[in-house]
């Protein structure tokens, strides 16, 4: 487990990081509940929806992206959620965006020392990517590589945990990251 952050290329560099990563059942302050929190008063924050053939135009998407890579899951959860709200969850996309927010769970489930829920939200993702997959017909979708998803998905699933990490503080929990093939030129 990798907790610096200097190997992590962000999709991103404008997007601001919060100042902890939330992790449920400790002591950091709920993000957008509390008003100590990272993210209060941002709960109505809408997304635009996705577009595959867009995906490096989409902020929330790239952010997400980077959240994950660094070790922000939950906050990676909210971003991937927000876009899958907004981009018909019962779409291609929709189901695309649901396999990512169920990687995310599975890097707060083990944030939460819970093995049970890492392996059915990794499972389950691996699952969704699957199917996505096999109805897209291509390697890649968004910019992500569906084999490397479904291998990220089963590996974060047979990974045992271990290390004690600090509450609060973003420390990538898996060992690999989610690299998109390179940006198209708009």
Not at 44 to 70: E, G, H, Q, S, V
Not at 138 to 162: K, N, P, S
Request: aromatic fraction near 10%.
């Amino acid at each position: 487990m990798d907790s610096t952050a200097s190997a992590v290329v962000r999709l991103l560099p404008t997007g601001e990081l919060p100042a902890y990563t939330y992790v449920p059942g400790t002591d950091t302050p709920h993000p957008i509940r509390d008003p100590r929190g990272h993210s209060h008063g941002n709960r109505n924050r809408t997304a635009r929806p996705m577009d595959p053939n867009a995906w490096a135009d989409n902020r929330n998407y790239l952010l997400a992206i980077d959240y994950f890579n660094l070790g922000y899951y939950w906050e990676a959860h909210e971003e991937w959620e927000r876009l899958w709200r907004a981009s018909n969850p019962e779409s291609l996309i929709g189901q695309f965006l649901k396999g990512l927010v169920k990687l995310s769970a599975a890097g707060v489930k083990v944030r939460e020392r819970s093995i049970h829920g890492v392996r059915r939200h990794a499972a389950s993702a691996g699952e969704v990517f699957a199917d996505v997959a096999a109805e897209v017909g291509e390697d890649h979708f968004c910019g992500l590589e569906f084999i490397m998803l479904q291998f990220a998905a089963d590996r974060a699933a047979q990974l045992t945990y271990r290390q004690e990490i600090e509450a609060g503080k973003p420390v990538r929990v898996f060992p690999f990251l989610l690299q998109p093939e390179p940006m198209p030129f708009s």
